[in-house]
């Protein structure tokens, strides 16, 4: 199994869905995070889960509500859409500072979404 | 505040010449960690590279290889002999005590290697 799995890799939904993104995590950490990349703009980071902390980036609109049941697994759930919201939509994961260190994060392979 | 700045946004090279890319950073802590990431087309950020704070030892992995400076803040990334395949986004980050478990990362370098 891969470290950090997205499902599903694509996308396409129209701006009155629901639907939710999925990220699974084998490597053992505690933290998992939701970043967006948009074409053109930085990465953007959205959620962060870990043992200390929830943080949010408050420029994040409630339209994306994260859920995070267990320290393996992280859900981006989306509702009602607007076509600037279509990105690459990546999770990542790693050991968080609890764990004594800092480890880099590894990333899954995104989910590309379209918002039609 | 934490910053990452990659002032570079696209380069283009040929095959088999040397490139480097820009890194500069800010922070307030003395203890952080930097790092590299490449983002072929697939879209997966791949991990290349940590270096805390304390280790100022340059890198060398095979055909990559790391110059951190903290006189300077930089932590720039050289790939000799480019290949093809090195044609990706490179995004370098940071992490510190003040960012908790957060990563701040660059704008990314888009690298072209022309055959």
């Known amino acids: 199994e891969t470290g950090v799995t997205q499902t599903p890799r694509h996308l396409v939904m129209g701006m009155t869905n629901k639907k939710s993104l999925k990220c699974e995590q084998h490597l053992g950490h505690n933290a998992m995070y939701w970043y967006k990349q948009s074409a053109k703009k930085p990465l953007e980071l959205m959620f962060v889960?870990?043992?200390?902390?929830?943080?949010e980036n408050n420029s994040v609109p409630s339209r994306f509500s994260p859920e995070c049941p267990n320290s393996s697994h992280l859900f981006l759930h989306l509702h009602t859409l607007q076509p600037e919201d279509s990105a690459l939509y990546l999770c990542a994961s790693s050991q968080g500072r609890s764990m004594g260190g800092r480890t880099e994060a590894f990333f899954g392979q995104g989910t590309r979404l379209t918002v039609v | 505040a934490q910053k990452v700045t990659q002032a570079q946004t696209e380069i283009s090279v040929v095959e088999k010449e040397d490139v480097t890319l820009d890194c500069v950073y800010e922070t307030r802590d003395t203890t952080y960690y930097l790092f590299w990431y490449k983002q072929p087309p697939s879209g997966e950020l791949v991990f290349l590279i940590r270096r805390n704070s304390f280790d100022e030892q340059n890198e060398i992995s095979g055909r990559y290889s790391w110059n951190f400076q903290k006189s300077t803040s930089s932590f720039n990334f050289t790939i000799t002999a480019s290949q093809v395949v090195d044609s990706a986004v490179y995004f370098c980050a940071l992490s510190d005590s003040f960012t908790g478990n957060q990563f701040y990362f660059g704008t990314g370098t888009s690298l072209t290697v022309i055959p």
């Open positions: 889960y870990s043992l200390e902390e929830r943080v």
